[in-house]
């Protein structure tokens, strides 16, 4: 069995890594164990050295690390260098304030002293999507490994190299190599690795249905997990809004990673009054924007990751018009051969159709309308997914209210929904649970030990 980096743009093989045996796992895993009881003990001056080593290396080497997301996922390379600045600030922040987030807390009780204490878990194990190649593994890489933790990567099978250029970056920035290690192995040794007493908990980015296949795994085992799954964030548009700024964001917000985002806006909920002025901005935004090869810098979106994706959006779609959605703007595959797949607009999106039920993982955006902000909000709140949403409107106490009642686990006012160190990410209902980022992402996989003093 051999695990194939493919480019997606040209259809050519790049290259083939035998996947690993059930030995070399086995000899990884045993390594990892023994790297786990060692760099616990390491102070947390001398893990941030290596993470700033790391953010350091990242920042040198974001041209090489691009060029590898451009022809393994078709990411344009300039997303691909923001991508690799973005892992580097997150180490970075980490390296600043994991010691303070992982500081003792005193607690006032009936007796004498009493205080939380936070220690690592050990072995955490990160199945990892291809959609942010690095991204998604630094997120949860930075702040385990400054908790003491260490890390073993089982990453999507088409981005290898990504995944060993990672593994080369945390080794070159001094971590101990068995401290960080990829594992290029297919899905099949994943619950092996679950069910092993050796990894402490597992953290998983990807579908719903890998994520309950894990989660079950796991709580068989009873093992910790922080799962981030789907998501078909609604970006709410209300009469009021600053209707250029919202349409502008929203082919932006649809567009990131040519839709092949977690949090990339896809249901678009636009109060009554301005729907058909918002569509006609939207298609004006979209049109814009220029299809290419993701090696070259004029290049705003390349193609889907892969063919069978690409398929299955179409049929989406399909499906959808057939079940009574209407296209306002044109686009798809081109050829069912390539995994190009140009912008669409789906209005007229109702009940009972795929694109109102399910995530639609591209460049397809569905427009909704809404009668007014409390129809909005239901409108919003009537999806089995709760990552990310956000709010346009000029009214702040409106917008905080709605906020409040959004079922999801961040809302962004008047801007784009978006990962960021200093707040917690993360969703509710089918979209997962658990928080990555922030104090509360450092605080996953760590022992929240409570330590009581008698008089």
């Not at 068995?178 to 994943?190: D, G, H, N, Q, S």
């Not at 709140?381 to 709010?391: E, M, W, Y």
């Not at 990555?436 to 009581?452: D, P, T």
Request: net charge negative; charged share 20%; proline share 5%.
């Amino acid at each position: 069995m051999a695990i194939e980096s493919l480019n997606p743009y040209t259809g050519e093989v790049l290259q083939s890594f035998p996947a690993f045996s059930a030995a070399a796992t086995e000899q990884v895993l045993a390594e990892a164990h023994q790297a786990a009881a060692a760099w616990r003990t390491t102070s947390f001056a001398e893990r941030a050295a290596v993470l700033r080593r790391a953010a350091e290396l990242l920042r040198r080497r974001q041209h090489e690390l691009a060029h590898f997301m451009a022809i393994e996922m078709g990411k344009p390379v300039r997303d691909g260098r923001a991508e690799a600045q973005k892992c580097a600030a997150c180490c970075d922040y980490y390296a600043a304030h994991a010691e303070g987030f992982l500081a003792d807390e005193e607690i006032k009780t009936e007796t004498g002293r009493s205080f939380l204490s936070y220690a690592p878990l050990g072995v955490v194990l990160a199945i990892m999507p291809w959609n942010f190649p690095l991204w998604q593994v630094v997120r949860f890489a930075a702040p385990a490994l400054m908790a003491g933790n260490v890390g073993l990567l089982k990453h999507a099978p088409n981005v290898p190299q990504c995944a060993l250029a990672l593994e080369s970056i945390f080794h070159d920035a001094g971590l101990p190599p068995a401290a960080f290690r990829t594992l290029l192995i297919e899905t099949e040794p994943v619950a092996g690795l679950i069910a092993d007493d050796r990894v402490a908990a597992i953290t998983l980015t990807g579908s719903e249905r890998a994520g309950a296949a894990v989660a079950a795994a796991a709580g068989q085992h009873i093992k910790k997990t922080v799962l981030e799954l789907g998501g078909s964030d609604p970006f709410i548009v209300l009469a009021d809004a600053d209707l250029a700024a919202a349409a502008k964001t929203a082919a932006q917000a649809r567009m990131i990673n040519a839709g092949q985002s977690c949090i990339a806006a896809k249901r678009f909920i636009i109060e009554a009054p301005i729907h058909d002025e918002f569509v006609r901005l939207l298609t004006e935004s979209l049109r814009a924007l220029r299809y290419g090869d993701p090696l070259d810098e004029a290049t705003d979106y390349g193609p889907l990751a892969r063919l069978d994706l690409a398929a299955t959006l179409t049929q989406q779609v399909t499906d959808s018009v057939a079940q009574g959605a209407t296209v306002a703007l044109a686009g798809g595959q081109p050829d069912p051969r390539s995994p190009r797949f140009d912008p669409i607009i789906l209005t007229n999106v109702r009940p009972g159709q795929r694109a109102y039920t399910e995530e639609l993982f591209g460049p397809v955006a569905l427009v909704l309308s809404a009668q007014d902000a409390a129809d909005a909000v239901r409108l919003a709140n009537d999806s089995r997914f709760g990552l990310g949403a956000a709010v346009w409107t000029q009214d702040v106490a409106k917008a905080e209210q709605m906020a409040r009642q959004l079922e999801s686990g961040a809302v962004f006012i008047n801007g784009l929904v978006k990962s960021m160190n200093e707040l917690p990410f993360g969703g509710v209902k089918k979209s997962g649970y658990g928080r990555e980022l922030s104090y509360l992402g450092i605080r996953e996989f760590v022992n929240q030990k409570s330590v009581w003093f008698g008089e």
